[in-house]
Each structure stands twice: as structure tokens, then as C-alpha cells.
């Protein structure tokens, strides 16, 4: 079944299909101009002021859409539309606040509850270093106006009558990466970011975005040979109804010469990791850590840098098979399509990977380019279930305990009698917990597989369906596999035999 679609994600995918729209027909710069007020009727949407504020929030809207940055001039589309037109890759931040449209949260954050007993102590007065508390009628009251929101009031409160109320995007974070600077106007700190995107679903104003490659990778599949690799989460997301292959057909209309599953890649991780931990655990280290989760990983780079030893050094299954077909392809393109928006991070990390787009984006590059899918044969040229060379394991990767699914079937089939202590964590938070256990060396023989989504991959924050809905289609995909384990897939180990098992390797 569908996500509950926001207003906000509506606006975000008209955007994003209308220049798809206009970079496919070859419009762009033409036209562009004039999508504001496209998107945005005279009389608005009724979330603003008025049509002009909302237009101008729109105009950021577009150009982060068009893979530049989102703040600062955003008037001329035309000249940014040639300037989008002439990247190669996006730089810089994925994700970024549009100042212009944060509403700046009008939320008192720290209040006075009923609890106060208007203490003698009076800490709470005593430790804001604003003078914001005063005593009004046998109880603390903050004046608002004063207030930095530092926190101390509630930290100091014997009774914890202080409430601390959150805003959305804060909320949402799971590392406190995002907070309101003293104008209230939402900041992330890029130290902390891991690029997960809560914050992007969570903003109800839509005023965290993430840049697309929409127009880079159009560009790509008109001027070169372009191959899409798919995310083994990509089962479903169109509806119970779309097929594998007329998914890969829609993306062969789109232009792409070639589409492959990220799965293959996903068997050479698991044949690559099952095999560091046998050699690795327990005569070197405790356990292994994944790696394949680019959210996890940068966790533990940036607040966990002293387990940065038991991370697994495999790559993830996105850049192993991108190595693998830059080797066959070097002319061609690589474009890797998924539910991630921290994978287009890792990409800026990988000169193998061309472009990344989520599955909101090919669903709008669908739109922009009047291509439905369920008017697509299912019997067409593609590859259906039992022809992509690629494992139930390597299939499954996409979903909450997929990894360990796969690696613990591996071991099985090398050495059985190896202890393998399983620990699985989804969504920051639990991965939080997680690592701070394994800081305090809780773990004995045991491999983490850390996911920084709720239900893995599947519950990413570009996917298009209902997380429970496409684990079961993935793992009803995984089942029609002819090969179970990975360690059985002889095209995976043939690559890894031709290439050496130090290419999908991290340096």
C-alpha cells in the first residue's frame, strides 16, 4: 500500500516531475520561468501569506531540484537552469534548510507546567544566564523574549516541572543534528549529519530538502550510454500490480541502456564480509560492525570514531557493482537508484557512481516523461525474477535483519560450527544504543548489522510505499531466487576472483 503522501511531497514531486517534463522535451531554459506560478495559482495554496511568498519559496524549491544549492538567489531560473545544465556531479550538502521557507517554529520550547511549587531554591532563576525567569503569582514564568533556549531551567528543576517541547525537524533527529539558532531559524550542524532524511519527511513547512539529479542524469541518458542500477528495495515500489520487468522496461524507455540489481553486488558484499569476519572474529576483534549503511556508517565515523576498527571494510553493494560494471562499461554511466538520500553522499565518495536518484525521483522522471507503467507489457525483453543472476540473500539486504540473514547464511555454508552472535539495530536511535553497548564491549562474537531507517532500506525516506507492504514484497522477491545463499552465486565469486577481493574493499 501507498505512504500517507504530505502536501509537502506532493509540492516536492510536482516540482520535480515538471522539470523532467521540460529537461526531457528539451524546454528547460526556455520555459522554466514560468513554472512558478504553474505550481502556485493566483490565489495560493493557503499555506502563506500570499501567492508571491509562496511562488518565491517555490523558486528555492526548483533550484534545489535542479542539484544546486538552495539558499541565495533563486530569481533568475532561466540562467540557473544553464548553470544546473553544466554540472557533472552536485556538491556540496545533500540536505539543507530553505531559510525562506522555515517557519521558525513560534514554539515556546521550555514552559512552566502546573508542578512548579514555587521553591525557595528558585534554581531555575538562578541558572538562566538571561534573567528570562521571573515569579509571577507563586509560580516561574519564562518571558519568551528573553529566553535562548539553553535548557539549564529544566536541567536544574527539582521537580521537573520545566517541559521541553520539540520542534518536528528536532524531533525527527535522531543525533541532534538539527537545532534552532536564536532567531528560531532551523540549523544542521554537517559535523553531526549522517544525511538520513528524517528531517526531510518530518519538516510540515517542506523546509528541508535534499538536491535532486533529476536534470544531470536526463542529460546523461540523452548524451551517453547510461546503466541504472536498482536497490534490492525497488520491489513494490511502483504497487503490488507493476512487475520487475515493467519497472526495467519504464527505465529502458527512459533512455537507460542497461539495468542491473544492486543484488549481484549485494552477494559479493556478503561473500567479501562473511569471510572478514571468519578471519576477524574473535583473534583480532570482538565483533564487525556493517558498513553497507551509509547513515551507520558516517555514526560511527563521527560519534564513534574509537570503533572505527570493527567496522567492516567491505564496500557497500551499490559501489561494489559499480565497480564491477565501470570495469566492463568504462564509457558508460552509472546511476544508482534507491530509497537513500545519504547515498548520494557516498557517491560524491565514489568515482564509479555517476548519479543517484531516489525512487520519488524516477517516479517523477515517470511522470515528467508520460510513461505509465501498468500500460507496459510484462512480457518484454527484461529480466523477470529467475533470469537476474542474483540470491535470495542478496535480495533481501534491503529489509531489517537482511544483512545478517545473509551473512549468517554464508558462514553456514563455510563453517558451521563458527559462533555467530547476532545484534540488529534499525533507526538511529537504536543504532545509538547499539554502538554504546558495543563501546562498552558487551559483544562477544558478534556481528551488528546497523540500518539507520526503521525497517532498513524499505523504510528509507525517498521510498515510495508502505515499509511493511515492500518487505514483503522483497522478500517474497528473494524467494523466487534459483539461488539461496550468496556464497553459491558463481557469477559473484567469479568477479571477485577476476578482480581481486581487494577492489570491493575500502582503502
Known amino acids: 500500500m501507498p505512504k500517507n503522501v504530505s502536501e509537502v511531497t506532493k509540492l516536492r514531486r510536482r516540482v520535480f516531475s515538471s522539470i523532467a517534463q521540460l529537461a526531457f522535451e528539451d524546454r528547460l531554459a526556455e520555459d522554466i520561468d514560468k513554472l512558478p506560478e504553474q505550481l502556485i495559482p493566483e490565489q495560493g495554496l493557503g499555506y502563506r501569506c500570499c501567492a508571491h511568498k509562496e511562488r518565491a519559496i517555490v523558486n528555492h524549491r526548483i533550484k534545489s531540484a535542479l542539484g544546486l544549492e538552495a539558499n541565495g538567489d533563486a530569481k533568475n531560473l532561466k540562467k540557473l537552469a544553464?548553470?544546473?545544465?553544466?554540472?557533472?556531479?552536485?556538491?556540496?550538502?545533500?540536505?539543507?534548510?530553505?531559510?525562506?521557507?522555515?517557519?521558525?517554529?513560534?514554539?515556546?520550547?521550555?514552559?512552566?507546567?502546573?508542578?512548579?511549587?514555587?521553591?525557595?531554591?528558585?534554581?531555575?532563576?538562578?541558572?538562566?544566564?538571561k534573567g528570562a525567569i521571573v515569579i509571577v503569582q507563586n509560580r516561574?514564568?519564562?518571558?519568551?523574549?528573553?529566553?535562548?533556549?539553553?535548557?539549564?531551567?529544566?536541567?536544574?528543576?527539582?521537580?521537573?516541572?520545566?517541559?521541553?517541547?520539540?520542534?518536528?525537524?528536532?524531533?525527527?533527529?535522531?543525533?541532534?543534528?538539527?537545532?534552532?539558532?536564536?532567531?528560531?531559524?532551523?540549523?544542521?550542524?554537517?559535523?553531526?549529519?549522517?544525511?538520513?532524511?528524517?528531517?526531510?519527511?518530518?519538516?510540515?513547512?517542506?523546509?528541508?530538502?535534499?538536491?535532486?539529479?533529476?536534470?544531470?542524469?536526463?542529460?546523461?541518458?540523452?548524451?551517453?550510454?547510461?546503466?541504472?542500477i536498482l536497490a534490492p528495495a525497488f520491489v513494490g515500489q511502483f504497487g503490488a500490480k507493476i512487475k520487475i520487468t515493467q519497472i526495467k522496461q519504464g527505465l529502458k524507455e527512459l533512455g537507460f541502456k542497461m539495468i542491473k540489481e544492486v543484488a549481484l553486488g549485494a552477494d559479493i558484499v556478503t561473500i567479501e564480509e562473511s569471510q572478514e569476519?571468519?578471519?576477524?572474529?574473535?583473534n583480532k576483534q570482538n565483533y564487525l560492525t556493517t558498513s553497507c549503511c551509509p547513515a551507520f556508517l558516517a555514526l560511527i565515523e563521527q560519534e564513534f570514531s574509537e570503533l572505527i576498527e570493527n567496522i567492516s571494510s567491505t564496500v557497500s553493494p551499490m559501489v561494489a557493482l559499480a565497480k564491477v560494471l565501470k570495469e566492463d562499461y568504462p564509457d558508460s554511466k552509472v546511476v544508482f537508484i534507491g530509497p537513500c538520500i545519504a547515498k548520494k553522499d557516498e557517491a560524491l565518495k565514489n568515482h564509479e557512481l555517476d548519479a543517484v536518484l531516489t525512487f520519488e525521483e524516477l517516479g517523477s522522471m515517470f511522470v515528467g516523461a508520460g510513461i505509465n507503467l501498468a500500460n507496459i507489457s510484462e512480457d518484454n525483453n527484461c529480466e523477470s525474477a529467475n533470469d537476474e543472476v542474483a540470491t535470495d540473500d542478496g535480495r533481501t539486504f534491503a529489509r531489517s535483519g537482511g544483512l545478517i540473514k545473509a551473512v549468517e547464511g554464508a558462514i553456514s555454508q563455510i563453517d558451521p560450527s563458527k559462533e555467530f552472535n547476532k545484534i540488529k539495530a534499525q533507526g538511529l536511535e537504536e543504532c545509538i544504543k547499539t554502538l554504546r553497548l558495543a563501546k562498552a564491549n558487551q559483544y562477544q562474537n558478534s556481528f551488528i548489522e546497523g540500518m539507520g531507517c526503521q525497517g532498513g532500506c524499505v523504510g528509507g525516506p525517498a521510498t515510495l510505499m508502505d515499509t511493511k507492504f515492500t518487505t514483503k514484497q522483497v522478500n517474497n522477491f528473494g524467494e523466487q531466487s534459483n539461488i539461496r545463499y550468496s556464497v553459491d552465486n558463481n557469477e559473484a565469486k567469479a568477479f571477485i576472483s577476476r578482480f581481486g577481493s581487494h577492489k570491493f574493499h575500502r582503502e
Open 82 to 129: 544553464i548553470q544546473a545544465l553544466e554540472l557533472e556531479k552536485i556538491t556540496g550538502n545533500n540536505i539543507d534548510v530553505l531559510d525562506i521557507a522555515c517557519d521558525r517554529c513560534p514554539l515556546d520550547k521550555y514552559r512552566v507546567s502546573d508542578a512548579c511549587r514555587n521553591c525557595v531554591d528558585h534554581s531555575c532563576m538562578n541558572v538562566c544566564p
Open 140 to 228: 516561574a514564568y519564562i518571558d519568551q523574549n528573553k529566553c535562548i533556549e539553553c535548557g539549564l531551567c529544566q536541567r536544574f528543576c527539582s521537580y521537573n516541572a520545566i517541559l521541553k517541547m520539540s520542534r518536528p525537524c528536532e524531533t525527527a533527529c535522531g543525533i541532534e543534528a538539527i537545532t534552532a539558532n536564536s532567531d528560531r531559524q532551523a540549523k544542521i550542524n554537517y559535523d553531526s549529519c549522517v544525511s538520513c532524511g528524517s528531517c526531510v519527511q518530518a519538516c510540515p513547512f517542506g523546509a528541508i530538502t535534499y538536491k535532486s539529479q533529476i536534470l544531470q542524469t536526463i542529460k546523461m541518458i540523452k548524451d551517453e550510454d547510461t546503466i541504472a
Open 277 to 282: 569476519f571468519l578471519d576477524k572474529v574473535p
